[in-house]
């Protein structure tokens, strides 16, 4: 029922030398990571489209 989880930090002690070895240590998910950014941006164009309508000079 209950799981047995290690939580004791681990020290990565290989070189990093680009963001991709970052990304690829930590485990991001990079597929989630552009959705958001899709989805984020989507909101922004609406929100910035709604308020042009109602001045076209705005932009």
């Known amino acids: 029922m209950m ?5 004791t930090l ?6 990093k030398t680009s963001i ?3 990304i690829m240590y930590s485990n991001i998910d990079v ?3 552009m959705v958001m950014l899709v989805v984020i ?4 164009l ?3 489209s709604v308020v042009a309508a ?6």
């Open 3 to 7: 799981r047995n989880n290690d939580t």
């Open 10 to 15: 681990k020290a990565d002690l290989r070189k």
């Open 20 to 22: 991709r070895d970052e």
């Open 31 to 33: 597929q989630s990571c």
């Open 41 to 44: 941006t989507a909101l922004l």
């Open 46 to 48: 609406s929100v910035i």
């Open 54 to 59: 109602q001045n076209p000079y705005i932009i």
